[in-house]
């Protein structure tokens, strides 16, 4: 079945410090992949819609210098979380599809602490 | 926009059958699916349902109404592993819209 690996798994770090999380489908092409933010106990909220080869649709209230998002290749996108805060500290979890009508593929999600 | 509704929480016991529904307001609309997701982990995909009518995948099934914008996910045979939280998500408009979750605890 389709594969999707998402690196690092957990990291921690420091106020002010940028972060970037990997997300790789390894065993298909996506041409789209989403990056959804979740709190403990809460639902996944989309932060953006990433397409190989142009800039990333953000969802309403996120901020687009903040959440950088980069999809280079039909199997890469990264999320940098820039200058983060202890606010930001959140489970990152990436997804992605084959096709507009197949269903999503989740990478095992990033545990961010931001301290 | 989008929007689901689902309960917050169903509790059952070993072996019961346990029905989670969802309803859902789109503009645009591919399909339904359904997730499972563990403490601590990320969701998993469990079932999908673009067309009307029931589908079944070992002990879960899922069915869809698209004209009652409705569908829900049957589990049949409950086992301890299935305690989890359960997201209905719509896709449409080139994304996915989740729930909010149901929180399903299985009691022996």
């Known amino acids: 079945g389709a594969v999707v690996s998402q690196h690092p798994s957990r990291v921690i770090c420091k106020s002010g410090t940028s972060v970037k999380i990997e997300c790789r489908s390894l065993d298909f092409q996506a041409t789209t992949m989403f990056w959804y933010r979740q709190f403990p106990k809460q639902s996944l909220m989309l932060m953006a819609t990433?397409?190989?080869?142009?800039?990333?649709?953000?969802e309403q209230g996120v901020e687009k210098d903040k959440f950088l998002i980069n999809h280079a290749s039909l199997t890469l996108s990264t999320l940098t979380v820039t200058s983060a805060h202890p606010e930001d500290s959140s489970f990152y979890i990436c997804?992605?599809?084959?096709?507009?009508?197949?269903?999503?593929?989740f990478g095992n999600g990033t545990r961010l602490t931001v301290t | 926009g989008q929007s689901l509704e689902q309960p917050s929480e169903v509790t059952a016991v070993e072996g019961a059958i346990v029905q989670i529904n969802c309803t859902y307001q789109t503009s645009g609309f591919y399909g339904l699916s359904w997730y499972q997701q563990h403490d601590g982990g990320a969701p998993t995909f469990l079932s999908y349902?673009?067309?009307?009518g029931l589908e079944e995948t070992g002990r879960f099934s899922s069915f869809l109404s698209r004209s009652d914008s409705y569908g829900y996910l049957l589990l049949q045979e409950l086992q301890m592993k299935d305690s989890a939280s359960y997201f209905c998500a719509v896709d449409g408009a080139g994304k996915s819209t989740f729930g909010d979750g149901t929180t399903l605890t299985v009691k022996p």
């Open positions: 990433s397409n190989e080869g142009s800039k990333a649709t953000y």
């Open positions: 997804s992605a599809r084959e096709e507009v009508d197949s269903p999503l593929h």
């Open positions: 349902n673009a067309l009307d």
